[in-house]
């Protein structure tokens, strides 16, 4: 059971650092899914790569809820059912692997997951003859929403896999959005109870997510007026741009 008595060490500074990266929580779950990264890596350094996805997955689902609030109701039900069985299979393999396996090498594998279905919806973007219609086809509905459900497990990494997914059904944004802002809902309290039989949430760490929890609601006030802005087609370049540097970060490369 990783050790979580760090409150008492947490200087002001790693806090203010901590308060940006719950805002940054919010921001993603406005829309901009690739801003994850920020709040993954900066939770990953102050605690470590793997205690971090349990001090971080209730900040995840506060986030979830205000998302739902917030922008929610454009929501594509059909997209959720057909995401959610194959993503909660993932979760079961993710919480399996979580304790078996060394975090340095889940991190690079996630990465290149990541990034190859970047490259893969760049080229579709670019040509879309190459692959047809395979992105509605059902068994890549199930490979997307596998390899999601095992990284939102492994590392809370699974955001940009999902914004891709979608992204290749050609959703516009907002309908985009709100469908992901369900699907993780249901996938993140789905989460709650393997993280604490892990160990990875206790008391003390409910205690600073309590501490952060205003910070999500400002960033996904921030990002909410950000989208709004941003043009589907600048939206969709977006998405793509921080998810590759999301990747390249999980690989190492920087």
């Not at 990264?37 to 205690?51: C, L, Q, T, W």
């Not at 993932?90 to 340095?104: K, S």
């Not at 939206?235 to 990747?247: E, H, P, Q, Y």
Request: one cysteine or more; hydrophobic letters at 60%.
């Amino acid at each position: 059971m990783p050790d979580t008595s760090f409150l008492p060490a947490l200087s002001p500074a790693t806090l203010a650092l901590l308060a940006l990266a719950a805002a940054g929580v919010g921001m993603s779950k406005s829309g901009l899914a690739g801003l994850g990264m920020v709040h993954i890596v900066i939770f990953a350094a102050v605690f470590g790569a793997r205690a971090s996805t349990g001090v971080l997955l209730p900040l995840l689902v506060i986030g979830d809820i205000l998302a739902v609030l917030f922008v929610g109701r454009a929501v594509q039900w059909p997209m959720v059912a057909r995401l959610l069985p194959p993503s909660a299979a993932g979760i079961l393999v993710g919480w399996c692997l979580l304790d078996r396996l060394d975090e340095g090498a889940i991190k690079p594998v996630v990465g290149g997951i990541i990034l190859g279905l970047t490259l893969l919806q760049v080229a579709r973007l670019w040509r879309p003859v190459w692959f047809g219609h395979f992105p509605h086809a059902v068994w890549f509905g199930w490979l997307a929403g596998g390899f999601a459900g095992v990284t939102t497990m492994l590392a809370n990494a699974a955001g940009p896999i999902i914004a891709l997914y979608l992204l290749a059904v050609a959703l516009p944004k907002e309908i985009l959005i709100a469908t992901a802002a369900w699907l993780f809902l249901v996938l993140n309290i789905l989460k709650l109870p393997f993280s604490w039989q892990l160990g990875l949430i206790t008391p003390e760490t409910l205690l600073l997510n309590l501490l952060l929890a205003p910070m999500v609601l400002v960033g996904m006030l921030a990002g909410k007026q950000v989208v709004k802005r941003i043009p589907q087609r600048l939206f969709d370049t977006l998405i793509l741009a921080f998810t590759a540097t999301a990747a390249t970060r999980l690989m190492g490369l920087w």
